[in-house]
């Protein structure tokens, strides 16, 4: 009975791991299913996505904390933890109330950089996001704000520089207009596989900037690799229980290294609940959840 209990349970599993991002409105594409492992997104109580629906500032900024992989657990403070947060470092923004499930998240958002209030020093989190807002954000969040400034700031120099790194590919850019959810979806996949770029050194006291683009002798590092998820291709050797033998033939960053067909490597996975097969060969996503022990889980497989 143990046994029947306990192959039952691994079947659900596997059949949560394999639907549990699919919307009743909407289509599933690789944007969303990618998001929906990070918990980036996710759909409403009733099972749709509402694709055309506009997305709030609160919306916006959860869903970038989470691309940032910053969520330490503000979001489940008690009010009094708050309270006590707020104390030593004040959210400057007397709009969001802190007794609200976004507070934990502005105050993130905050300490992280990508998001400021306006003039008259509220943040609004209730307002719709502009396609502009959402463009200076994620170029904020990649590295290319300096670039960004000198193109002329914001709004124009954001957008060119969206444009110039992928960002906004694929979207048509209305700057004051609001952005849709699936629209918001795409251009946060975009920033989430864009090169970002770091300050490599000072040079006369002057920032020289560097492109985490794989050449130049730099790595390859986007917000994925920032938070310890690496896209690798490959072939299962073998299966057994939850435990996945892995041969990586492609991956631009695994675990700090590049890998290709000559420099493959081959990995011990925890399975995670997805249902992999002898000799096949996937594109995963694959998570280290501490970064000084070598334990890895999927987190997702590509179509």
Known sequence: MKKIIALIASA???????????YSDYAETETTEFLSAL????????????????????????MLVCARGKDYGYSELSVEEKEKLNATEPLPYPDVDINSWDWGYWFQARNIGFISGFEDGTARPNE????????????????????????????????????????S???????????TRKDAAQLIYNAMNVPVIIVDRFENNMPVFAV???????????????????????????VSGDNVNFHITNSKNFDGKAYDAKTAETVQLNRNGFDLKKGGKYTLLIEKPDQDVEE????????
Do not use: H
């Open 12 to 22: 659900a599993l596997m059949m949560s791991a394999a639907n549990a991002f699919a």
């Open 39 to 62: 918990n980036i997104i996710s759909g409403y109580e009733d099972g749709t996505f509402r694709p055309d629906n506009n997305i709030t500032r609160s919306e916006i900024v959860r």
């Open 128 to 167: 719709n996001v502009t396609y502009a807002q959402l463009l200076k954000m994620l170029v904020f969040m990649t590295g290319y704000e300096t670039y960004a400034k000198v193109e002329g700031g914001y709004p124009n120099g954001y957008i060119l520089w969206a444009e110039t790194t992928g960002i």
């Open 169 to 179: 590919k694929g979207i048509t850019v209305v700057p004051d207009a609001k952005v």
């Open 212 to 238: 985490m683009d794989g050449t130049a002798g730099y790595a390859w590092k986007t917000l994925l690799e920032a938070q310890w998820i690496f896209k690798a291709e490959g072939v299962v050797n073998s």
């Open 296 to 303: 890895y889980n999927i987190k997702y497989i590509f179509k």
